[in-house]
């Protein structure tokens, strides 16, 4: 597939009214500090008929006006300390064309074959980019990238459907909840948590990595399609037994499945401790609540670990307990214990953010990273011809990192996308759908 790039702009906010002043910031928060330091691609696909460029880019304008953050640049305040400047500079809008037909079978699928449909992410200053690609049959693709320490991905789902709520000339609604001073650290500050080595690491900490034959190039991604029958037997699964009246969830059930599989799939020795790193949004958990319309980073991580042969020889619910219990101490006491770390200890202990060495990470063997969008509103980004028909991260071969997706059929059933080595792969399809 031949991408034809047809033209590429800045587009501006559109106000209605008199515009903000260019001179404002916002000072990015402990969690927007803590997350990761790059862009993210996601892709999606629309069946004809499709709007014209024009009401895209329009509704994009309008959308900008609502969420200034995402026109404007990362720089720094007089004390040297991170912010977004709110100087309406733009982001990046491509207009791109294939004269092929759009099958998504080659196409849109976990390969590098995505990365023709986005902009690329490397050494962009914009915080979002959009590429709208025509295909010959009338189909369009858009592939968008936007930078992590603007917002997680909760915040992002909702930028993305205020963006066609505009293009269908509604108005945006719900309103982002811009303020992100909200987090102050308590007077004495609790350090109740460890959090030295889990969020923050020392500039000199040198990371271990496994020695294994493997190379980023040997890495392949694989999509899986779990359906709501064989979800709804997983979950019944896992939760036998689990010593309380109250079954696991979905996501707990398959996560806890995915990790024995490809473990066992992977072939670690059994005294390896192999570990699992979790995203929980803080918006629900934090007392008062953080309303869910909050634009930003709240996310912090859970760790569940086990050692090989425990995890391999005991049955699923022994994962989907650990799972539980290690999303489940994530808490009000958990974030507001980083909150006073992050304040108190980061500058005169000299720390970085964990996540600024797993940026460049490709290999996460023996341990995994889920990131869940399931209960994100990323099917409804409509434009004004209805939703897409397909919807994915674009082609990320980190090794271990998981991404799970609502379904477009909207049945209950997921798709899970699954970076492994090509050696382990063959095994991890005998046994990806085994309940045993």
Request: with cysteine; proline share 7%.
């Amino acid at each position: 597939m031949r991408v034809k790039i047809g033209s590429s702009k800045l587009v501006k906010p559109f106000y209605e009214g008199n515009p903000p002043s260019t001179k404002d910031y916002i000072p990015l928060s402990v969690f927007d500090k803590v997350t990761y330091d790059q862009h993210v691609a996601i892709i999606y696909a629309y069946r004809p008929p499709t709007p014209p460029n024009a009401i895209i880019e329009l509704g994009l304008k309008k959308a900008l006006a609502v969420y200034r953050e995402w026109a404007g640049r990362l720089g720094k305040d007089d004390n040297g300390e991170p912010i977004i400047l709110l100087n309406n500079e733009g982001v990046r809008f491509v207009e791109a064309s294939t004269d092929c037909a759009l099958d998504h079978t080659a196409h849109i699928r976990p390969s590098s074959s995505l990365l023709s449909l986005h902009p690329s992410l490397e050494s962009v200053v914009e915080l979002v980019q959009v590429q709208i690609t025509r295909f010959s049959c009338g189909s369009m693709v858009v592939g968008f990238t936007a930078h992590h320490l603007v917002a997680d991905g909760n915040a992002t789902s909702k930028f993305l459907v205020a963006w066609g709520q505009a293009c269908r000339g509604l108005k945006i609604n719900p309103r982002p909840f811009h303020d992100r001073t909200i987090f102050s650290p308590k007077n004495p500050p609790n350090f109740d948590f460890e959090h030295r080595g889990v969020e923050y690491i020392t500039k000199s900490f040198k990371k271990v990595y496994p020695l294994i034959d493997n190379s980023v190039d040997d890495i392949v991604a694989h999509k899986i399609h779990y359906t709501a029958e064989f979800l709804s037997k997983l979950k019944a699964k896992a939760s036998s037994n689990n010593g309380t009246n109250k079954p696991f969830s979905t996501f707990e059930s398959l996560v806890a499945h995915l990790w024995r599989a490809i473990t066992k799939a992977r072939g670690i020795n059994g005294l390896e401790t192999t570990q699992v790193r979790i995203s929980v949004d803080g918006r629900a958990r934090l007392i008062p609540r953080v309303p869910n319309e909050y634009f930003g980073n709240l996310v912090l991580w859970a760790f569940a670990r086990a050692k090989v042969k425990d995890l391999l020889s005991e049955p699923l619910p022994y994962a989907a307990t650990l799972l539980h219990e290690a999303v489940a101490n994530v808490n009000d006491n958990y974030f507001k214990s980083f909150i006073d770390f992050a304040n108190h200890k980061v500058k005169g202990e000299n720390l970085v953010p964990n996540a600024v060495a797993d940026t460049n990470e490709s290999i996460l063997w023996p341990n995994l990273e889920v990131d869940s969008w399931l209960r994100f509103p990323f099917y409804d980004l409509d434009f004004g011809e209805g939703g897409p028909y397909i919807f994915m991260p674009s082609f990320s071969p980190t090794e271990g990192m998981i991404f799970l997706l609502p379904s477009f059929i909207g049945d209950g059933s997921i798709d899970v996308f699954v970076p492994l080595f090509r050696q382990n792969l063959t095994t991890f399809k005998q046994i990806c759908f085994s309940l045993d």
